[in-house]
């Protein structure tokens, strides 16, 4: 089974920060990862695919990087809706989600 | 607009069954697989389940393999999850979720149903 790590578990910014996000994978996913976001009480979002596609609809400030087993998500300058939890998922050997970053306003 | 609608969660004792149900709707629904995915509250996801378009190929994490059979209905769009022997640590809102096609990972999710298993 592949493991996919987050780090930090928390993250503490303020709006228009810029927060960096990262998923280590046990093992090569190559470029099969993706992002996705959930708010409190809601299913969660797709905002990545193949490691650096955004999906539909999801704003420019999402960008996801990386390939093999470091990959990160960079929201370039967080709005107040960007606060949320962030879990990364691999698509190379069946689905695994890493535990999630929180993301926090400070 | 696609839509997932999950149903048939509740209470249940350990050693119970349930069976929840995905109604399908806005994409044709017999040309995408589909999947089960769970949260513990207060935890992380875990994907649970898979099923091929067709409903040929099944696929299980393997802490339910054995207990759960996941099938699907082409003909009424609607996706399943039959839970056997269930657990304590059964206890999860669990979501269906459409797979993007291709490999692609989930790109929509239903609302999610709760199964709490408790005595």
């Known amino acids: 089974e592949i493991v996919l790590t987050q780090s930090p578990a928390t993250l503490s910014l303020s709006p228009g920060e810029r927060a960096t996000l990262s998923c280590r994978a046990s093992?090569?996913?190559?470029?099969?990862l993706a992002w996705y976001q959930q708010k409190p009480g809601q299913a969660p979002r797709l905002l990545i695919y193949a490691a650096s596609n955004r999906a539909t609809g999801i704003p420019a400030r999402f960008t996801g990087s990386g390939s093999g087993t470091d990959f990160t998500l960079t929201i370039s300058s967080l709005e107040p809706e960007d606060f949320a939890v962030y879990y990364c998922?691999?698509?190379?050997?069946?689905?695994?989600f890493g535990q999630g970053t929180k993301v926090e306003i400070k | 607009e696609v839509q997932l609608l999950e149903s048939g969660g509740g209470l249940v004792q350990p050693g119970g069954s349930l069976r929840l149900s995905c109604a399908a709707s806005g994409f044709t629904f017999s040309e995408y697989g589909m999947d089960w995915v769970r949260q513990a509250p207060g935890k992380g996801l875990e994907w649970v389940s898979a099923i091929s378009s067709g409903g040929e190929r099944t696929y299980y994490v393997g802490s339910v393999k054995g207990r759960f059979t996941i099938s699907r209905d082409n003909s009424r769009n609607v996706l399943f999850l039959q839970m056997n022997s269930l657990s304590l640590e059964d206890t999860a809102v669990y979501y269906c979720a459409k797979e993007g096609g291709h490999g692609l990972p989930f790109d929509f999710w239903g609302q999610g149903i709760l199964v709490t298993v408790s005595s």
């Open positions: 093992q090569s996913v190559s470029s099969s």
């Open positions: 998922q691999q698509r190379f050997d069946w689905w695994t």
